[in-house]
């Protein structure tokens, strides 16, 4: 099993160039801007993966967790940019990172090895007014039965090394929703599955994960890594 470890929200960084459309920058520091505490976890467990990219531009001046079609791709921020001045940060900030990934995946699945890929993201604990009622969410197509199969395998292992978290499958959002994994699974029907891997903000303090958080979690994927195959 070949290990791709992805953190798409790692920053809230502008580029230089950019900053002028970002005058208050306080939103930059909040759950919009990026996915607090994502590159921390996933710095932890890199260790495990064979290959690993993260980006820290933030989500706010370009999306790369959606689709080029997808309405969401430039926030209220960068969308009334020119169209020469999004074509630019599509091909110089969105398309390098993405291929990067794909082409990755590509070399291993070309060479019949079996690939898994997950994502680190965090959400916040309050959207909307309502508290999300989860500590771990597990997004996956429903319809991938690979897919369902590692992600109840994973829960288990992560009861295991700690009961009282709550794990959910597809919360706080759809693992078939629009996404990088989403896509990816188009390109590669066979030998991928595509995991995105959700902690709750409410762990977070200063950018880091509760390390209890982060080391049941490697011992999880570490277990998978050991004692399981999923193809």
């Given at each position: 099993?070949?290990?791709?470890?992805?953190?798409?929200?790692?920053?809230?960084?502008?580029?230089?160039?950019?900053?002028?459309?970002?005058?208050?920058?306080?939103?930059?520091?909040?759950?919009?801007?990026?996915?607090?505490?994502?590159?921390?976890?996933?710095?932890?467990?890199?260790?495990l993966s064979d290959v690993s990219?993260?980006?820290?531009?933030?989500?706010?001046?370009?999306?790369?967790?959606?689709?080029?079609?997808?309405?969401?791709?430039?926030?209220?921020?960068?969308?009334?940019?020119?169209?020469?001045?999004?074509?630019?940060?599509?091909?110089?900030?969105?398309?390098?990172?993405?291929?990067?990934?794909?082409?990755?995946?590509?070399?291993?699945?070309?060479?019949?090895?079996?690939?898994?890929?997950?994502?680190?993201?965090?959400?916040?604990?309050?959207?909307?007014?309502?508290?999300?009622?989860?500590?771990?969410?597990?997004?996956?197509?429903?319809?991938?039965?690979?897919?369902?199969?590692?992600?109840?395998?994973?829960?288990?292992?992560?009861?295991?090394?700690?009961?009282?978290?709550?794990?959910?499958?597809?919360?706080?959002?759809?693992?078939?929703?629009?996404?990088?994994?989403?896509?990816?699974r188009k390109q590669f029907p066979?030998?991928?599955?595509?995991?995105?891997?959700?902690?709750?903000?409410?762990?977070?303090?200063?950018?880091?994960?509760?390390?209890?958080?982060?080391?049941?979690?490697?011992?999880?994927?570490?277990?998978?890594?050991?004692?399981?195959?999923?193809?």
């Open positions: 099993m070949r290990l791709v470890l992805t953190c798409e929200h790692g920053g809230n960084d502008i580029p230089e160039t950019y900053k002028k459309g970002f005058p208050n920058d306080e939103v930059l520091k909040t759950h919009r801007g990026y996915d607090i505490g994502a590159l921390d976890l996933f710095q932890y467990l890199k260790p990219f993260y980006s820290k531009t933030s989500r706010l001046f370009v999306e790369l967790n959606r689709s080029l079609h997808h309405k969401m791709l430039f926030s209220e921020l960068t969308k009334n940019l020119s169209k020469i001045e999004k074509d630019n940060i599509i091909k110089d900030y969105y398309l390098p990172y993405r291929y990067r990934v794909e082409d990755k995946i590509h070399d291993y699945v070309n060479r019949s090895e079996e690939v898994v890929h997950l994502s680190i993201h965090s959400f916040t604990p309050q959207f909307n007014g309502k508290t999300r009622n989860c500590d771990i969410g597990l997004l996956y197509d429903s319809q991938q039965n690979k897919e369902q199969e590692f992600c109840k395998n994973l829960k288990s292992l992560l009861l295991k090394y700690n009961p009282n978290i709550k794990v959910r499958f597809n919360y706080p959002y759809l693992g078939k929703a629009d996404g990088f994994t989403t896509f990816l066979k030998n991928y599955i595509g995991i995105e891997i959700e902690v709750n903000q409410k762990f977070v303090a200063n950018n880091i994960i509760e390390i209890e958080l982060k080391e049941d979690i490697y011992k999880a994927i570490s277990g998978i890594r050991l004692n399981y195959h999923v193809f």
